[in-house]
């Protein structure tokens, strides 16, 4: 058995794949969170011998390398998934591949795997990122923008007389609580929709929408936009990556 974990900037999700199937049922554990290390502890004591794991992270050096020890003492050892210049028919737009995080680069290899696009893929995480792949497969760029939550954060942070929780977003609020809610959120929205729209002048035509992320609900809710969403999309990249790894050693 192949496992597959994504350590983002908040949780660990881990999910089981074998070659040629689905990602299995995904499990996820804030690392914030004081039950992280013994819940981590309990998955890996029902690990057998001879399974895999690979492993992407864009956390902190120091969560990641305490994951990666606690693999290795367990006996097993990650493969630690970087991303590249190019992968599985897909083509990285940055001139330094080695700077797109590897949550976007494999989530670029799973729109990918699902078909020929294009594609525009939204992660609504700790930040708000949007990527566009073509049917090519060439990536052609993306934006990162402040999540809902971090526009916010900002605010109360800069302009204390701002530091409201809740609310309900409204287009015209009438309170400063929900005026905070309806702003954050439509800020992002915008974005979301601005780059479709720009997407589809580039290409010629209308990319398929892909939203992903813990906040991806929320925003689904109130986007203008036919889209899918896709929870567990960087790790159906790292199948995708995973698989391909295996064909080019065989």
Not at 48 to 74: F, Y
Not at 80 to 91: E, F, K, Q, S
Not at 200 to 223: D, E, H, I, K, V
């Amino acid at each position: 058995m192949n496992w597959l974990l994504d350590l983002g900037n908040t949780r660990l999700k881990v999910a089981p794949w074998s070659p040629g199937g689905p990602v299995g049922e995904v499990q996820a554990w804030a690392h914030g969170a004081a039950d992280f290390a013994p819940s981590l502890q309990r998955w890996l004591s029902q690990l057998a011998a001879g399974d895999r794991c690979w492993l992407a992270s864009v956390a902190g050096s120091e969560l990641t390398a305490t994951v990666a020890e606690a693999l290795a003492r367990s006996g097993h050892p990650a493969t630690r998934v970087r991303t590249l210049p190019g992968c599985a028919g897909v083509r990285i737009a940055y001139a330094e591949p080695s700077r797109l995080g590897v949550d976007r680069f494999l989530a670029l290899l799973a729109a990918h795997a699902r078909g020929p696009g294009p594609w525009l893929l939204v992660s609504a995480g700790s930040a708000l990122t949007v990527d566009l792949l073509d049917a090519t497969g060439q990536h052609r760029g993306g934006v990162i923008a402040p999540s809902p939550e971090h526009m916010r954060s900002a605010l109360a942070a800069r302009f204390p007389a701002l530091a409201y929780a809740g609310g309900e977003a409204h287009a015209f609020a009438t309170d400063t609580a929900d005026a905070l809610a309806g702003g954050s959120l439509g800020a992002a929205l915008g974005l979301i929709e601005r780059s479709h729209r720009e997407a589809t002048r580039l290409l010629g035509n209308p990319p398929t929408l892909l939203l992903g992320g813990g906040g991806a609900a929320r925003l689904a809710q109130s986007l203008g936009i036919e889209h899918e969403l896709a929870p567990a999309l960087v790790l159906e990249g790292l199948a995708v990556y995973a698989a391909q790894a295996g064909s080019e050693t065989q």
